[in-house]
């Protein structure tokens, strides 16, 4: 897998019937163009990639994912739509440029994310040290990635940024090895935090913990009472008496 060829014309048209398509079956104010984790690799192979930049004055690959970017908005504008709002991934180690009218999906971690304060544009939320749902277990190499990440921490997500439009946030449960067998238990309880967490600001979890315990434990057995396989909270005893536990 590696990344377009924005040096070639069939690579605009593939763009466009991508976008078009998801213009078209998901009616909403928004659109997610991605554009994080590019890998440079693929593009140091492409010697016409290369001529293209010498032509165009772009000094570097992050310059050439710029210019990417500027055309494949332009596109989206000119063929298909010209107000839904574009969204784009970034964290601390992106520093590409986001219009006042683009939307940030930060996928940073919490310490970082006082660089969005200020910002005009809208922010959602994926902090990846907080909210990720797919860390903590194998990737498909049977390696692990990443640190897991129990309720408990999860509840220390911190959705409110100072002088920041942050209209929402996101939890991630990527496909490493997500499948039927694994979305109630990895996906259900913790989404529930999340939510939780997001309506909620007030919430702490290093003074009201009983009460937490107690309304995420009510919550999975009526998921369960659903049908859905949900992560237990605590151990049967303390299901029962919230008190012995915490």
């Not at 991508?18 to 492409?46: K, L, M, S």
């Not at 903590?136 to 190499?141: A, D, E, I, S, V």
Request: proline fraction near 3%.
């Amino acid at each position: 897998m590696g990344q377009f060829d924005p040096t070639l014309n069939q690579t605009w048209d593939v763009v466009q019937k991508v976008f078009t398509y998801v213009n078209n079956t998901f009616d909403d104010n928004y659109i997610h163009f991605g554009g994080d984790e590019v890998t440079y690799d693929c593009w140091d192979q492409r010697p016409s990639i290369k001529d293209y930049m010498v032509a165009n004055n772009i000094p570097d690959y992050e310059g050439l994912t710029v210019d990417y970017r500027l055309k494949q908005k332009q596109q989206f504008r000119d063929k298909i739509s010209a107000t839904k709002k574009v969204i784009y991934w970034a964290n601390e180690d992106i520093d590409l440029p986001v219009m006042d009218e683009d939307v940030i999906h930060w996928w940073g971690d919490q310490a970082n994310q006082d660089r969005l304060s200020g910002r005009k544009s809208e922010v959602i939320l994926s902090n990846y040290d907080l909210v990720y749902l797919d860390t903590g277990f194998n990737n498909m190499y049977g390696v692990n990635y990443g640190v897991y990440k129990n309720w408990r921490v999860m509840y220390g997500f911190n959705p409110i940024i100072p002088n920041t439009n942050v209209i929402g946030g996101t939890t991630c449960m990527w496909n490493e090895i997500g499948t039927k067998y694994t979305f109630d238990q990895k996906v259900l309880q913790k989404a529930s935090v999340l939510s939780e967490r997001l309506w909620n600001t007030n919430i702490n979890i290093n003074t009201d913990l009983n009460n937490i315990a107690t309304r995420l434990n009510a919550q999975a057995e009526r998921l369960r009472a659903r049908g859905y396989k949900v992560w237990p909270v605590t151990v049967e005893i303390c299901e029962k008496d919230m008190s012995v536990c915490f």
